[in-house]
């Protein structure tokens, strides 16, 4: 088994969440940079990053360094660069964790590299590495040093999420609307796979507040059979459009469906089935809601959920999960409402939180409303139980 680091997005929980749920159980993460986990070989562990949302390069770990031996890191370097004994290389170097004190520079380490009659070129990027589109474009060799602690770790970079496919998805489809449909696709793909681990594979998944088709899209890529609906007959033919665009551009099989329904009156014959997965962002609100709005904002909207969580339980497979946005809001003077307390009250109804709350917060910068991503795990059983008590 190899070691391998994953660069952790804006919010490392869910890059590490989504890290144990698809690629390995003991996942860990490391400070606030990266996570760590380990696969059998480079092939296993390029093609698990593939599917993440939520990890921006993949790293093999390849040496290990004392802090001590800090002043040993620009032969270390060196030495990775120089490994398969090229006759020229252009090469970056990027640093996660906790500062160093004492970097070697680029020019040095190219000194180094010329000094060994090797042609060598630099490339700059930012502190923690050259961008996406330079290491999908250009042949360069990324070394990057992780520092945690009292132990320094030094990678090359296998991968880099492609940050064009993502942005076809975000930006190209055919059907969009300001107002819905605002999930964006790396968040869709880690709720995915919070539901369905590893193995998507004709899985049905469902979203019933489907907007756009952003969640479905998602699924479908990782070879689920999809189905939405939405009470907006826009959002539904304009997500079977999007579906079927996508599945087009991705060269896949048209396994999806689309019907309008309110969210308490889907049936499983509408679904061709019972779901093994439920993944939405419901309607949040109002987007910029005024505080004295929020009590009554956010009474409507449990009522709403308590209702579709109720009609669900026909609709799901016997230990099928649900993954789902909740809307938080914390006003200018410090109250937060969010819908925590909702938690107790859809116990009763066969459904156990599989994480603790608040702890897959993710929000745009400035935005009023955050949402708290929560994890269930619905169960019949566990239904009969509460209800016998």
């Not at 088994?1 to 869910?14: E, H, I, K």
């Not at 999007?242 to 969210?263: D, G, R, Y």
């Amino acid at each position: 088994m190899s070691q391998y680091l994953l660069q952790a997005g804006n919010t490392p929980a869910l890059t590490l969440a989504e890290a144990q749920a698809v690629v390995d159980p003991q996942a860990e993460l490391l400070g606030q940079a990266a996570v760590k986990f380990e696969a059998e070989n480079d092939q296993q562990a390029q093609e698990l990053f593939k599917l993440l949302g939520g990890a921006v390069k993949l790293v093999k770990v390849a040496k290990t360094l004392a802090q001590e031996k800090q002043s040993k890191l620009e032969g270390s370097i060196v030495e990775l660069l120089t490994a398969d004994s090229p006759a020229s290389v252009q090469f970056g170097v990027g640093y996660w964790g906790e500062q160093l004190d004492d970097k070697p520079t680029l020019m040095s380490i190219k000194q180094a590299l010329q000094d060994k009659n090797i042609k060598a070129r630099f490339l700059e990027g930012k502190n923690d590495g050259l961008g996406a589109a330079l290491l999908l474009n250009q042949e360069v060799k990324e070394v990057i040093v992780f520092h945690n602690q009292d132990q320094l770790a030094l990678g090359i970079t296998l991968a880099v999420q492609d940050i064009d496919h993502w942005t076809m998805k975000d930006r190209q489809k055919p059907y969009a609307d300001r107002k819905k449909g605002m999930l964006p696709p790396k968040l869709a793909r880690i709720m995915v796979n919070l539901a369905l681990g590893k193995n998507a594979q004709d899985k049905l998944v469902y979203d019933p507040f489907c907007g756009t088709g952003t969640t479905l899209i998602e699924a479908l890529e990782l070879g689920a059979q999809v189905v939405g609906s939405d009470l907006d007959e826009d959002a539904v033919i304009g997500t079977q459009t999007n579906l079927a665009w996508f599945a087009e551009q991705a060269e896949l099989e048209p396994n999806f469906s689309t019907f309008q329904s309110q969210v308490a009156q889907a049936t499983a014959n509408q679904l061709s089935g019972k779901a093994n997965a439920l993944v939405t962002e419901p309607f949040l609100g109002k987007p910029n809601p005024q505080e004295k709005q929020l009590p009554g904002m956010f009474k409507g909207l449990e009522k709403l959920y308590l209702g579709a969580f109720k009609q669900w339980r026909s609709l799901l497979n016997e230990g099928a999960r649900l993954v789902i946005i909740f809307p938080r809001v914390e006003t200018q003077s410090g109250k937060v409402f969010d819908l925590q307390s909702f938690v107790d009250k859809s116990l009763p109804q066969g459904y156990t939180l599989q994480v603790d709350w608040g702890s897959l917060r993710y929000h745009r910068q400035g935005a009023t409303v955050q949402r708290d991503i929560a994890v269930f795990e619905y169960s019949s059983r566990q239904q009969s139980n509460q209800e016998s008590k």
